[in-house]
């Protein structure tokens, strides 16, 4: 492992002074992405900044403005957590589909995304629930969508000096079904090929896809065909999610290949929830 | 620029205060400064299991964790199983129903076992599946240490 100093936090501030003070900082919290980076060689860290037990980050709550889910809370914390499995089952099911248990039990939602994989599991889903960021720096508080905060593979909205503090999943929360879909060459660990959200939203859907775009990507063709122009066949609709992805050939599958397990997914997806639009 | 940090933490019940580069990982630490060898090292990324200990009763991957992470925290090892040179039930399990060939990932399936068995007393096989989805037996020994476990649930 590439040598580099450590700095324990004890609050935001502290985390936000060391990002100030050297640009070569890097926040660590469940250190899944992290660690495994800089082994690789993938970031170059002089510095490691550990937020995981700042007590405010460590916010899990619901109340009248939806559910905070704080930057220090595991995927297993999210996926047990009872408002989740009850409002937005599709979070879970986005969370617990990420790696193994015990990497669950450290790797967390803002983890995740601040990673900005355009295949994170916990992407297409956030999209689908309207997820917003809340980010601190110092310029003070703001948030932005989740759709406005992945920018680029393995870039976010984040200006330097800035970190996440919490997810919201705001209300209302959606009245439907919702699945998350994952199609990847093992059954175990193994990074999504493609990943594929649908969640019904009443009469509407939404839908959001990761690996197949530089970013994940909602699939607004089909949501438009089915919400708009009442197309109500799920293969027909699914078939113009072509119009909203631009996948690329990797290890883990070819462009024609993704275009079409992106098709059998979406379609499955859209089955699976159907009974509760009607 | 790497200055050592001081650490204070409790391992398999023992009190312990060490020194630790601060990129060290908690799998390294365990191996080469605790010299508790019970913990394996695998693939380093996360991916195999071998490296499982219990950090505050939770089970993590120490590849993936610092050793400077370990501060105010409890360890527990495969070592730690053991009281009064009486093997823990899980690990009697192990050996009744052969629940290995090589062995070297044995030490992780136990630590992950174990902790299942204390949040979940009675596991289905679904939930023995979920919680040792991060362990990996290139021996292939699972059924073997399904029945384990399956011998300790209640
Ligand atoms: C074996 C294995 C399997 C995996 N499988 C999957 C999978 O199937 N699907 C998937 O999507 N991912 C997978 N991952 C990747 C990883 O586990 C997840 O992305 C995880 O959610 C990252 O969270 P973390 O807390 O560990 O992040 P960390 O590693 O601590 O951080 C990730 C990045 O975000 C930055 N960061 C962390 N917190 C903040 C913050 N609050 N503000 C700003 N920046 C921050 C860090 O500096 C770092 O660059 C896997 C990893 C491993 C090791
Ligand atoms: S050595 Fe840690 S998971 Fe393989
Ligand atoms: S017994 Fe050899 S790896 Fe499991």
């Not at chain 2, 200990?53 to 610092?66: A, E, F, M, T, Y």
Request: glycine share 8%; charged share 25%; proline share 4%.
């Amino acid at each position: 492992m590439p040598a580099f100093t450590y700095q324990k936090c004890s609050d935001l501030s502290q985390a936000m002074k060391w990002l100030a003070e050297d640009k070569d900082t890097f926040l660590l919290a469940g250190g899944t992405d992290l660690l495994v980076g800089i082994r690789g060689g993938k970031f170059k860290a002089r510095q490691v900044a550990d937020i995981k037990d700042i007590e405010e980050l460590k916010i899990l709550k619901e109340d009248q403005k939806g559910i905070t889910i704080g930057a220090g809370v595991t995927l297993n914390e999210i996926a047990q957590f009872e408002p989740v499995q009850k409002n937005v089952p599709i979070l879970a099911e986005g969370c617990n589909s990420i790696g193994t248990y015990s990497v669950r039990n450290r790797a967390t939602l803002v983890g995740n995304i601040c990673n900005a994989s355009p295949a994170a599991d916990t992407a297409a889903p956030l999209y689908c629930l309207g997820a917003i960021v809340k980010i601190a720096g110092p310029g003070g508080e703001r948030q932005v969508g989740i759709e406005d905060f992945f920018t680029g593979p393995g870039q976010s909205a984040l200006k330097a000096g800035e970190l996440v503090t919490a997810i919201l999943i705001p209300k209302p929360y959606p009245q439907g079904k919702g699945v998350y879909k994952k199609a990847s060459r093992t059954r175990s660990v193994d990074l999504a090929t493609v990943g594929v959200a649908v969640q019904r939203w009443g009469q509407e859907v939404r839908i959001a896809l990761g690996a197949v775009a530089p970013t994940p990507v909602r699939a607004s063709s089909v949501e438009k065909a089915i919400n708009e122009e009442n197309v109500t066949d799920a293969a027909q609709a699914a078939s113009l999610v072509e119009k909203d992805i631009s996948p690329i050939s990797d290890l883990r599958g070819s462009r024609e290949y993704r275009y079409h397990i992106s098709k059998v997914l979406v379609r499955r997806g859209l089955e699976e929830t159907e009974e509760v639009c009607s | 620029m790497t200055e050592k940090l001081t650490i204070s933490f409790t391992v398999n019940g023992m009190e312990e205060k060490r020194e630790v580069p601060p990129h060290q990982t908690l799998l390294k630490f365990i191996r080469e400064e605790l010299k508790l060898t019970g913990t394996k090292e695998g693939c380093e990324v996360g991916e195999c299991g071998a490296c499982m200990v219990l950090l505050d009763n939770i089970p993590v991957n120490s590849c993936l964790v610092l050793a400077a992470e370990l501060d105010g925290k409890e360890l527990v090892t495969i070592e730690g199983l053991a009281k009064n040179g009486e093997l823990d039930r899980v690990q009697k399990a192990f050996i009744d129903h052969a629940a290995f060939q090589c062995g070297y990932c044995t030490p992780g399936m136990i630590i992950s076992a174990r902790a299942l068995l204390e949040r979940n007393p009675n596991p289905t096989d679904e939930d023995i599946s979920a919680a040792l989805s991060g362990n990996l037996c290139r021996c292939g020994a699972y059924q073997e240490i399904r029945q384990a476990i399956k011998a300790c649930s209640k």
